[in-house]
């Protein structure tokens, strides 16, 4: 019996780029996929960014292969997140052989916990003056992330992680947020450092090789990974999975590039290795191997997009790929 | 008739860099110096962190040069920045001649937020499980900042300003933030530039030339102008400034260094570049001309204490510093 897989290429780039990681899924195993509809062009033909068969088919899936979202990005990516009950996203940022990168060095990790804090999303206009947001932080969502950071670790043969917070000002969310993650690790037997969220972004850019592992709460995810993106040379090659108890969502980290878009020259290496990441989790992990292995030495000397500072388009490189996998 | 400065110095370093930034402020004016006590030394000492004596000695001077707190920096420096009055963090970002940097061309000004945010810290214990903190976002104190860098823009002959927001996901605080400093430039002629908070991030790393008076709310003024030190070589150079509408207390963005305090050779720089800020906002532009020239000046090719590779102390860098004033 064969996986079911949900493609949703989204708007812009992912419409490009989406295929190309689909055509390498296909060359290393044997899977049903399943096309979606998301995004600002389904959203001006059915007034719906997601439209709920959307959400259902990915809620049923074994996992989600998402493209990218244009100006209703938010509408999408985080409803999919809840609609496959992801409580971590997983976001790997390391620079490659051959690309060039602020920071070389780079080779990071981080979990992001994806479900509360600002993206709990309780807002209030009080007055005219005023607006607040209600922060969410619970025990059982910190330590749900910590129990799958110790996990993690544990299988990468690491010692253990970093935990980012802003405890010396969010003293109650992130104290709880701290402790609920260090509790977990103590009893694992898991190693931590605490580091302030501040503090992060400049030891980071000094230097990268500190850090490996970096368990986070869910803006500091998104802001600090971004800041990795950036060290390791742009978005353009990072994977993401938002990871569920048994269900999951990959997607590069980049957006829709309405700059490029239409004309063939994305860059498929995220997207390639989002659906390694995909691999990985369905239990292929020979494939996921080969898979980021072959885009790996692409990357190092074969050809490359004009983001890379090549002059090959997308289909190029996703056949320079499909010829290196074992 | 002379201005009245409040001197902290506080704990670690502040003990040593403070003392070198007002021999540098004896060199270029008449001042008067009144010394007050924060820190976790007072604390062992009295049991608070920040004497009521010290907040009402801030409060009432001209201006407050402070040096650093270790534990106790949140119970010290954020009842500070209200004693001032302050509603704007100002926190220069660049490179110097001579100094390691990550990205040599960064020259950015962040004006943070500073009043509210997450730091206006309301935060409940809701159950065993859950915790909250009220986000706030005022229209009054999003104008306010607004205005100041339409001053800082014009005063500084830029064409405008970016602003900093995450409002694709807290749409309606950042919203209002967004929104209610837009209106504001737009009304003053000033352009703008919005840049998502992650985004931000990636790109100030790729090419910081791009960015040059960042307009951000406050957590994200924090972590962006942070993550600009680690571009720049680290902490150690960074001056800053809480203004506030007749008070305004500066300080180095660095902290207490534990790891070389009571050695005399912390750099004295970040401290003396804070009081240029602060002979500025006395209104003596010529006097923090001549400070910033000369620090300058030993930068590139002056003694240098540890941090930037040299042996010098800080006696020796503050000599070199008097020494090359005008
Ligand atoms: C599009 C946006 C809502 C999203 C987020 O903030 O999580 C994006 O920045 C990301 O990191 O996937
Ligand atoms: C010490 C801490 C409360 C403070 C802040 O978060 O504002 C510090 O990081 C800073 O930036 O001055």
Known sequence: MSEEIVVIEGDGIGREVVPAAVSVLEAVGDFEFVEAEAGDAVKEETGEALPQETYDTV????????????????DVILPLRTAVGSFVNVRPARAYPGVDAVRPETDLVFLRENTEGVYAGHEDRLSDDLSTLTRVVTTSASERLAEYACEYVEEQGNDGFQVVHKANVMRETDGRFRDAVVDVAEGAGVETEEVLMDAFATRVCLDPTQFDVVVCPNLAGDVLSDLAAGLVGGLGLLPSANVGPDNALFEPVHGTAPDIAGEGVA???????????LLDHLGYADEAENVRTAVESVLEDGPRTADLGGDADT???TAAVLDRLD
Chains 1, 2 share one sequence.
Request: net charge negative; charged share 15%; aromatic share 4%.
């Open 315 to 317: 289909e190029a490189v």
């Open 267 to 277: 860059n498929p290496s995220a997207a390639i290795l989002s659906a390694a990441m």
């Open 59 to 74: 809620a049923d899936a074994d996992a989600t292969l998402f493209g990218a979202a244009g100006e209703t990005a938010a």
